[in-house]
Each structure stands twice: as structure tokens, then as C-alpha cells.
């Protein structure tokens, strides 16, 4: 699997395939990814832009005074869905059908 594209929170609907892509990746190399530490710090590689600039300030604090979060791959995942994911994907969902 390749590597995921890199996601920069600018459009709600790429978090998922995101997510997706980091998961199906971290799957196929788990040997690769011992802790949940490594997989966080692998995923947060692959932020830019707006997603980066949330990332940054929490990563570059000390790792004594880092949220616990950071060091939690789900935490982490319910954090960016959070900050950058749809919050209303039922809503989202009908109006895409509506415009098929």
C-alpha cells in the first residue's frame, strides 16, 4: 500500500480517506510501528498546511508537558476529526445523494 497522500485540513471529506490511507499503511507495516507513539508521530508527517499548524505547538512543547493525546494514534484520530472533519456527515451524505 502506498504511502497516504498528505492532508493539509483544508476539505472535510479527505480527513477520512486520510485516516483510510494511514490505517491501511500502518496495517501493512505494523512491524514497522511498534507503539502508538511512532504511528502518531508517522501520520503527523503527512499533515501540511492548516493541519500542520494545529499539530505543531502540541508536538514542539516538551515531552513532559505534551497532551496525552499525542502519544494515542485513536486519540489522535478523534482529535482531527474534531478540528477538521465534517460535522455533520449524515447531513453531508443526503445532499450528495440528493445531487447524483
Known amino acids: 500500500m ?3 497522500n498528505n492532508f493539509d485540513g483544508s476539505d472535510p471529506a479527505d480527513l477520512s480517506r486520510f ?3 494511514v490505517r491501511g499503511f500502518i496495517d501493512t507495516c ?3 510501528f ?8 508517522w ?7 492548516a493541519a500542520f499548524d ?9 515531552p513532559n ?16 476529526e474534531t478540528a477538521f472533519g465534517d460535522p455533520n456527515t449524515r447531513l453531508t451524505s443526503k445532499k450528495n445523494l440528493r445531487n447524483l
Open 43 to 49: 501520520a503527523a508527517s503527512h499533515l501540511c498546511g
Open 34 to 41: 511498534p507503539s502508538d507513539q511512532q504511528k502518531v508521530i
Open 54 to 62: 494545529w499539530w505543531e505547538p502540541h508536538y514542539l512543547l516538551p
Open 65 to 80: 508537558k505534551r497532551p496525552v493525546w499525542i502519544y494515542a494514534f485513536e486519540m489522535i484520530r478523534h482529535k482531527l
Open 30 to 32: 505494523s512491524l514497522a
Open 19 to 21: 485516516i483510510a490511507q
Open 2 to 4: 502506498p504511502s497516504p
